[in-house]
């Protein structure tokens, strides 16, 4: 029952910031031990993983990304947020957020929202 919406501006120029917030409808994030995770998916290419926030509040980013990127959570909101900074146009990508789901004590990707594009361009 539970719903991941991903929003946020879907243009920005070369050297600003992806900010994107998912919104969480049909659970509390508070009281659950779920991991938030964004991922993306360029143009033409496969996902990527960017990063996840665990319940605990640990955070854990791509290597390749991790100078760049803060995930965050607002949980009176019940959402959470993506940072990513001196975005270049090899950073456009629908992004997606998602929830893990448990099986048998092993976490996977089983709940997605829909995706939203980000485009950087001048």
């Known amino acids: 029952q539970v719903q991941l919406q991903e929003s946020g501006p879907g243009l920005v120029k070369p050297s600003q910031t992806v900010s994107l917030t998912c919104t969480v409808s049909?659970?509390?994030?508070?009281?659950?031990?779920?991991?938030w995770s964004w991922i993306r998916q360029p143009p033409g290419k496969g996902l990527e993983w960017i990063g996840h926030r665990t319940y605990l509040g640990k955070t854990y980013y791509n290597p390749v990304l991790e100078s760049r990127t803060s995930i965050s959570r607002d949980t009176s909101n019940n959402q959470f947020s993506l940072q990513l900074d001196s975005v270049t146009p090899e950073d456009t990508a629908v992004y997606y957020c998602?929830?893990?789901?448990?099986?048998?004590?092993?976490?996977?990707?089983?709940?997605w929202g829909q995706g939203t594009l980000v485009t950087v361009s001048s």
């Open positions: 049909g659970d509390s994030m508070v009281r659950n031990t779920y991991y």
């Open positions: 998602a929830r893990d789901g448990v099986e048998s004590g092993y976490r996977y990707l089983a709940i």
